[in-house]
């Protein structure tokens, strides 16, 4: 019996719709509305089922994130995506991890919706001009130039060192170590003195309103937060496509993700919304090839 190519196709347009989105819950959402209406569709009528259902969740994704911007502007404090726990294979396909890290997803956010969808159907998912514009409606060379745009925007915001997975994996494990012995010294040691922190508590949780800037001001904020709990974990995890940390206070979950540069932290995330957090224990699959 054939697989469904819905079944088939899944891993892929859930990262599609995650891409987009920002948000695992979201993306779910948005592959279950798209199977419902695969469901009722006459397969005899579908030449090409990739194209069919790639199609569909851009477009729902679309829908989704028009509602989302607006609901995103009165967050409390940074929004920042929801971590996805993933295995060390997403890491072996470049593109992929680079695309669903937490930094890329960040930079993406600043993208308007069309920018966005145009930006992920064509530099992470390698689709045709004429392909995308049959997805978000508009004319292959109106793709063209948002996609220009797009490009461009997300150039001047993204990390401009790429480091080896070896490298990432030895900075973490340092930082990691400095935060769980609370010692100031090490935690100034790992990171770059201009280094920035984000952190999202939705308004759930405590965290930092607007970004930190600084290593001193870091180092001291992050010994303390170590200091004022009466359990403090952190151990090393893999968090979209990349080494990262996790962090327990008090059985309180975060998620920590890391950019590194020239052996030091420049950028460091931290999610404490409890809303986001509820993969952590969940392997994601993603992929950008079908199979």
Do not use: C
């Amino acid at each position: 019996m054939t697989e469904d190519p819905f079944v088939t196709h899944r891993s892929l347009l859930f990262t599609l719709a995650y891409e987009m989105l920002g948000s695992a819950a979201d993306a779910e959402d948005v592959v279950q509305e798209s199977w419902l209406r695969w469901a009722d569709v006459d397969r005899s009528q579908v030449r090409d089922p990739r194209a069919y259902l790639v199609r569909a969740v851009t477009r729902q994704s679309l829908n989704r994130l028009r509602t989302l911007s607006r609901s995103r502007e009165d967050y409390v404090g940074e929004w920042l995506p929801e971590p996805l726990l993933t295995s060390p294979d997403v890491a072996e396909d470049v593109e992929l991890a680079e695309s669903v890290s937490i930094a890329m997803l960040t930079v993406l956010e600043t993208l308007g919706p069309a920018e966005r969808a145009v930006f992920v159907l064509r530099e992470v998912f390698e689709m045709p001009y004429g392909e995308i514009a049959g997805a978000i409606g508009k004319s292959a060379a109106a793709v063209r130039q948002i996609a220009r745009r797009a490009r461009e925007h997300v150039a001047a915001r993204r990390p401009r060192v790429q480091v080896s997975r070896s490298e990432q994996q030895t900075v973490v494990d340092r930082f990691l170590l400095a935060l769980r012995t609370g010692q100031l010294q090490e935690l100034l040691d790992v990171m770059a003195p201009d280094v920035v922190m984000i952190a999202d508590g939705g308004g759930l949780v405590a965290a930092a309103l607007a970004p930190v800037h600084g290593a001193d001001v870091v180092a001291k904020l992050l010994a303390r937060a170590n200091q004022v709990v009466a359990a403090f974990e952190a151990r090393a995890v893999w968090l979209n496509g990349a080494p990262a940390g996790r962090i327990e206070f008090d059985g309180e979950p975060a998620a920590v993700s890391l950019v590194v540069e020239n052996g030091r932290v420049t950028r460091i995330y931290v999610v404490r919304n409890p809303h986001k957090l509820s993969r952590l224990d969940e392997l994601a699959e993603l992929a950008r090839q079908s199979g």
